[in-house]
């Protein structure tokens, strides 16, 4: 009988065991797989989804209602490879407007405001890699990996005509129409592009800037109100938001990898006639998502 009875409490011993392991690598799956199928679902680049998104974008950009020509426009692919794909570059057709602002909104395009404006929506050369001509064809990765086209070639921070800078959102505004931010060393010109930037941000989200200043102390930027009469608490957190938001680079970590996994894009491939590719960014958070992708589509125009 004894021995019996060491048999049976040797069994019900494994079995609670192994009932123990199975609760504890249950758990582990239950809360770490999901996980990991959203890290999976992040890393997925172009995919179905992402492309149907860059053939909208690249329908808008393709409409002969978008100008691609503006003076600042023009800078900015002659000095960075790449422009900013906005709504308000639409024609002043208030109908095309509106239907750009709702695609991009039902899109889920990343960083836009209420009127489909700083969306991370990014049109480049064909080429996006090692131009021929780095002034008139800017090396767009080079751009985004915080190397920028110069001509002050006496700098010490100057590299083979490129000089290092990290872009951030205040610079892509011009100052005085003819030149960005970033060929200036002027604080005051500096200073005039990131209160352009902050006033852009708080209209963007349908507040008035007229009622709320940009300040700045060294590296430190604030607001104020110039009354605090009927300014609410939203105003505020919208200024505080800008405050943050125009002092962001230009390119994410995220947006980095993604631009850098991207081929250079010969040319010499391309058999359609394109010059021009969209890098589209989403965030998704509609049905409970929170995600990003990306797509790139080239453009015909």
């Known amino acids: 009988m004894k021995k019996l009875s060491n048999k049976g409490f040797v069994l019900a011993e494994t079995l609670i065991v192994t009932i123990f392991v199975l609760t504890i690598f249950t758990m582990i799956y239950t809360n770490y797989y999901p996980i990991i199928g959203v890290y999976e ?8 989804e992402g492309k149907y998104t860059a053939y909208w974008i690249k329908k808008l950009i393709e409409n002969e209602g978008y100008n691609t020509t503006s003076d600042h426009n023009k800078l900015m692919m002659n000095n960075y490879g790449y422009i900013r794909f906005e709504c308000k570059d639409m024609t002043t057709d208030n109908n095309k407007r509106t239907t750009c602002m709702n695609l991009l909104k039902d899109l889920e395009i990343s960083n836009c405001d209420i009127y489909g404006n700083g969306c991370d929506i990014f049109i480049t050369h064909y080429k996006i890699g090692s131009p021929t001509n780095k002034i008139l064809s800017p090396n767009f990765k080079k751009t985004v990996n915080g190397s920028i086209p110069s001509l002050e070639l006496s700098s010490p921070d100057i590299i083979n ?14 100052y005085d129409g003819t030149h960005l931010c970033t060929s200036t060393n002027d604080n005051n010109q500096i200073l005039e592009c990131k209160r352009n930037a902050f006033k852009a941000c708080i209209t963007g989200r349908g507040y008035s800037a007229d009622k709320v200043t940009l300040n700045e102390n060294g590296e430190e930027l604030s607001y104020n109100f110039i009354s605090q009469d ?19 680079n230009v390119f994410p970590s995220y947006l980095i990898d993604y631009i850098n996994y991207l081929p250079d894009y010969s040319l010499m491939n391309n058999s359609t006639g394109a010059k021009y590719r969209v890098i589209v960014v989403s965030h998704h958070k509609k049905a409970l998502n929170n995600y990003y992708s990306f797509a790139t589509m080239e453009v015909n125009k």
């Open 41 to 48: 679902e992040r890393e997925t680049y172009d995919d179905v």
């Open 161 to 174: 005509g490129y000089k290092n800078h990290i872009l951030k959102i205040y610079e892509e505004y011009s």
């Open 230 to 248: 009927n300014v609410n608490d939203a105003e505020k957190e919208v200024a505080e938001y800008c405050v943050e938001k125009i002092q962001k």
